[in-house]
């Protein structure tokens, strides 16, 4: 049974930095299908950076330049480094594994994966 377990949310002022890890646990990180979705109260889930095939990476129009995904393939783990942070960055964060289908949309959509994180939360005041 496949189990993500996500870290590292917190509290920061706009213009501050967090990084998100997530350690998967009877699952091997080994290819795509990986990434980390958002979803504020009253909206859909939302595809941050998400490792979507053939070495590409996606990330959301409203992230790009500012957050940056990876992952240690030793470790199981996969990261979101999040830097120059915004009050509209504030939501429960989720990291994603497990395609269903085989393959992913595109853009990838929370639909996609099969595996889920419990969430962490990420709050950033003005």
């Known amino acids: 049974q496949v189990q993500l377990v996500e870290s590292g949310g917190g509290s920061v002022q706009a213009g501050g930095s967090l990084r998100l890890s997530c350690a998967a646990y009877?699952?091997?990180?080994?290819?795509?299908?990986l990434g980390w979705f958002r979803q504020a109260p009253g909206k859909e889930r939302e595809g941050v950076a998400i490792?979507?095939?053939?070495?590409?990476?996606h990330y959301a129009d409203s992230v790009k330049g500012r957050f940056t995904i990876s992952r240690d393939n030793a470790k199981n783990t996969m990261y979101l480094q999040m830097n120059s942070l915004k009050p509209e960055d504030t939501a429960m964060y989720y990291c994603?594994?497990?395609?269903?289908?085989?393959?992913?949309?595109?853009?990838?959509?929370?639909?996609?994966?099969?595996?889920w994180g419990q969430g962490t939360q990420v709050t950033v005041s003005s």
């Open positions: 994603a594994a497990v395609c269903r289908y085989g393959g992913l949309s595109s853009p990838p959509r929370a639909a996609d994966f099969g595996a």
């Open positions: 009877g699952y091997t990180y080994g290819g795509d299908c």
């Open positions: 490792y979507s095939g053939g070495g590409s990476t």
